[in-house]
């Protein structure tokens, strides 16, 4: 597949089953995500976990995000590899080789910053930090009541002034993300419940500065809460991520403008897949199995083509089966153009973005960032 350049081809003509993104719709969120954070005097650190491509994460970088963020050490190595500097690495990083790995990327990138939500681990970041002569810059994870990682609230203070006393550590501020409640159905519901958490951080990001604690950034949220988490007083930079491909997941959440749905941002990756065998009158079977698309909550939204009536199951690793519930069902050759459930899941098992414009193929971006999971 290295040598395979469909530059000039329409979309429909590529080998399923494939990701494909239109440029202008992506463009397009890249530019209103960018607006948003203009207007409330904040910044984007946009979270490329979910796309896990330094193209995309540069163009990113070109429409004015501050830096990006990262989930894992290995994840920033391919980013400073491709000139990207500012990086927030999200999860903790404990053992040996990773702190060894993470210390070449701060020597590369001195911008770096990484996440902490123990004193074991500081002590052990700040000795090896200092044994390389080398500052590391840190914020604290604050547990948003998920109990995945972070500190509890009433004990950040007491890591902040620890942190303090370290001469490898450089502390930034803090960390909040509350991915529980991203998909939360109402838009109400979800207002409110982030914003008592991301307060609550905002609150302790005043503790910090009253106690002569530096504090200069309050860093969280994610796509379904972009435009609520800025009301919180002390919020300096969000991480949102699928903003820039959107999914089914997303889309169905309810919004400020439509309790029913969430279309502020436009689904730039879509997923073709084809059918290849139709001989039973019920349904029909196409080339995109569990290898290909991650379903989880919600099943996939035939787009191409329009009307379909269908239920959508599994027939293993390589094949899927759409089953007809109005008797209508495509036909064999035929290619199929898909919204994906969950977008982060379903990239991670592609290499390559077909980038196209006006559903002709104008470029290829390498997923460089694939299973960067260490």
């Given at each position: 597949m290295d040598d395979y350049n469909p530059v000039g081809l329409s979309k429909f003509e590529l080998d399923t089953p494939c990701l494909v993104i239109d440029k202008n719709k992506l463009l397009y969120n890249l530019q209103l995500m960018q607006q948003h954070v203009l207007a409330h005097n904040i910044q984007v650190r946009p979270h490329v976990k979910t796309h896990k491509c330094s193209k995309l994460a540069t163009l990113q970088l070109q429409y004015g995000a501050i830096g990006v963020s990262a989930a894992k050490v290995a994840e920033a190595e391919v980013l400073i590899a491709a000139g990207i500097h500012s990086i927030l690495i999200t999860s903790p990083v404990v053992t040996p080789n990773k702190i060894t790995r993470l210390l070449n990327c701060v020597k590369q990138a001195p911008e770096t910053m990484i996440v902490v939500d123990n004193q074991n681990n500081v002590a052990t970041l700040n000795a090896a930090a200092q044994a390389q002569q080398i500052k590391i810059n840190v914020l604290i994870d604050i547990d948003p009541g998920i109990g995945r990682t972070g500190i509890k609230p009433e004990k950040a203070l007491e890591l902040g002034k620890y942190i303090q006393s370290c001469q490898g550590l450089e502390l930034k501020g803090l960390q909040c993300y509350a991915g529980n409640l991203q998909h939360i159905k109402s838009y109400e519901e979800?207002?409110?419940?982030?914003?008592?958490?991301?307060?609550?951080?905002?609150?302790?990001?005043?503790?910090?500065?009253?106690?002569?604690?530096?504090?200069?950034?309050?860093?969280?949220?994610?796509?379904?809460?972009?435009?609520?988490?800025?009301?919180?007083?002390?919020?300096?930079?969000?991480?949102?991520?699928?903003?820039?491909?959107?999914?089914?997941?997303?889309?169905?959440?309810?919004?400020?403008?439509?309790?029913?749905?969430?279309?502020?941002?436009?689904?730039?990756?879509?997923?073709?897949?084809?059918?290849?065998?139709?001989?039973?009158?019920?349904?029909?079977?196409?080339?995109?199995?569990?290898?290909?698309?991650?379903?989880?909550?919600?099943?996939?939204?035939?787009?191409?083509?329009?009307g379909l009536s269908y239920d959508w199951g599994g027939f293993g690793d390589e094949h899927g089966k759409i089953t007809a519930i109005d008797g209508k069902l495509p036909k064999l050759g035929?290619?199929?153009?898909?919204i994906v459930p969950h977008c982060d899941p379903t990239i991670n098992l592609f290499d390559k973005f077909f980038i196209c414009e006006n559903d002709l193929v104008v470029d290829c971006w390498d997923i460089d960032l694939r299973g960067k999971s260490q």
């Open positions: 979800r207002r409110k419940s982030s914003l008592e958490v991301m307060q609550m951080a905002s609150n302790l990001v005043k503790e910090f500065k009253q106690k002569g604690l530096p504090c200069e950034i309050l860093t969280g949220s994610g796509t379904g809460t972009y435009d609520i988490d800025i009301e919180a007083s002390e919020v300096t930079e969000i991480q949102p991520g699928s903003y820039t491909v959107m999914d089914v997941d997303y889309t169905v959440i309810g919004s400020k403008k439509d309790p029913n749905c969430f279309h502020t941002f436009q689904p730039a990756m879509t997923l073709l897949t084809t059918v290849i065998s139709a001989n039973r009158a019920e349904h029909v079977t196409v080339d995109a199995g569990t290898k290909s698309i991650y379903v989880d909550k919600h099943q996939p939204k035939i787009i191409v083509p329009k035929d290619v199929l153009e898909l």
